[in-house]
């Protein structure tokens, strides 16, 4: 199966500047427990931003040119074969988000409660996809936050 999972602000702004825009531990570490001993599948830039590969997870890059470091590299029907056989989880960035949207069916948001002033990467809206919100919980900024966020699990 086929799951997202992304962070955007309240109007869907994902990355600013090649990087996330907020400082937000509580979300690092959600991320990290829905990820955790996973195949995780990301874009070219995703994979430059993060610098190694993100432990205990099967890292997946997909890019037209060959990419450096301890990764594999698949095309979009490799990606959506393998999906066909366990559950991969595309974690970036937005082309690659929207690449994707047809075929998932789960998807996981954190919601951070704020703006980003000229935000450059972008999750695609939900709306009109046929997502069902199923479950979601407000967090406040803890000590290592920047600001407070919901957590959202959605299927279709």
């Not at 990467?121 to 966020?149: C, I, N, T, W, Y």
Request: overall charge negative; hydrophobic content about 40%; aromatic content about 8%.
């Amino acid at each position: 199966m086929l799951v997202m999972i992304f962070a955007c602000d309240e109007q869907n702004a994902i990355g600013k500047d090649g990087d996330l825009p907020w400082r937000q531990s509580s979300d690092l570490q959600h991320f990290k427990r829905t990820t955790l001993h996973r195949t995780v599948v990301m874009g070219r830039k995703t994979w430059d931003s993060l610098g190694k590969p993100l432990p205990k997870r099967r890292n997946v890059v997909m890019s037209r040119a060959t990419v450096e470091g301890e990764v594999e590299q698949m095309d979009e029907a490799a990606v959506l074969a393998l999906a066909e056989e366990e559950d991969v989880y595309i974690i970036g960035g937005g082309e690659i988000y929207a690449l994707f949207m047809e075929h998932c069916k789960e998807l996981h948001r954190t919601v951070i409660h704020t703006t980003v002033e000229g935000a450059d990467a972008f999750a695609p809206p939900l709306e009109g996809e046929g997502f069902h919100l199923v479950g979601e919980r407000h967090v406040p900024s803890g000590p290592k936050d920047d600001h407070a966020m919901t957590f959202q699990h959605w299927i279709r």
